[in-house]
């Protein structure tokens, strides 16, 4: 389903190509929440879908300029840039040459075409997964909104410097404490947004039941801390080997381009969540729990 999702959503980009949009108007298109339209076509595509429009939009500037007389300034703002210097510079950094080079002869220029998203049969590979219900579930947790932009972004480690700062100010062993011994697992939780949010919400914390100290639980809600409910839901389950984060996105990047079409189950709006076990399997990053549904 995610694919023919990605390539409805592409269609619709051609189709508006010279209009103003952005990521959210296309997860609308879709009917899906920003958040995880931007998280599915980054993992499927291999890049945003704003920087799919930006270079489909230089690709035809490009085409422009060299077989017509249209000037810089019309191309300018037909493309989507609000001055000459802006569509110029992002111009010469995507083509390696300036538009008035472009128009000249032998000018260097790059083509960016259309995706065409297919399904690609490669050598067999295994992914392990299970599926369970959980009913729903209370946590503690630390709690910052980021951008939705910084997803599968290589260069943004906004998240993990998140953790960093939060076992730097020893705002973690805290949390840990609530918990007995042998339970005290960390859960990353990304938080469900809306069509049109911007932000979602990633939370460090750890689960509230029986076996988690309910009074000094309090006493942290007071210093800053935060309650995190889920609803119940489905999760489809996989462990995640690695010795840092690489191996999760390349989880994400095989549930979206292989569990789910291969196995008809979606991703639904719900949080999703990572597991950190006080003691796991050795060589095991983490769990990740993905909330789903099948269609």
């Known amino acids: 389903m995610s694919i023919q999702l990605i390539q409805r959503a592409i269609c619709y980009m051609e189709e508006h190509i010279y209009e103003d949009m952005d990521y959210a108007d296309i997860a609308k298109y879709v009917a899906m929440s920003s958040y995880n339209f931007h998280r599915m076509f980054s993992f499927v595509a291999g890049m945003t879908a704003s920087e799919y429009v930006r270079n489909r939009r230089l690709t035809l500037a490009a085409l422009e300029l060299q077989t017509t007389d249209i000037s810089v300034l019309d191309a300018a703002y037909k493309y989507g840039y609000e001055t000459p210097e802006s569509f110029s510079k992002a111009f010469s950094r995507f083509h390696g040459s300036t538009p008035k080079q472009a128009r000249q002869k032998g000018a260097k220029l790059r083509l960016f075409n259309p995706l065409a998203i297919k399904i690609i049969l490669e050598g067999g590979s295994i992914m392990d997964y299970r599926i369970e219900h959980r009913k729903q579930q209370r946590f503690i947790a630390l709690v910052r909104a980021f951008p939705n932009e910084i997803i599968n972004d290589d260069n943004d480690h906004s998240i993990p410097d998140f953790w960093a700062e939060c076992y730097g100010n020893n705002r973690i062993e805290p949390m840990k404490s609530l918990r007995i011994k042998g339970k005290r697992d960390l859960y990353g939780l990304c938080s469900p947004v809306g069509n049109g949010d911007t932000h979602f ?7 509230l039941d029986g076996d988690t100290d309910s009074a000094k639980s309090e006493q942290l809600l007071k210093e800053g801390y935060t309650i995190w409910e889920t609803e119940p839901a489905d999760y489809a389950v996989f462990q995640c080997f690695g010795s840092d984060g690489g191996c999760l996105a390349e989880t994400w990047s095989k549930f979206f381009k ?24 050795d060589g095991l990053f983490c769990e990740l729990w993905v909330p789903v549904k099948k269609d």
Request: overall charge negative; glycine content about 12%; proline content about 3%.
């Open 201 to 207: 919400n990633y939370g460090i914390g750890v689960i």
């Open 258 to 281: 292989e569990f789910v079409p291969q196995t008809g189950y979606t991703q639904t709006d719900d949080t999703d969540y990572e597991i950190y076990f006080e003691h796991g399997e």
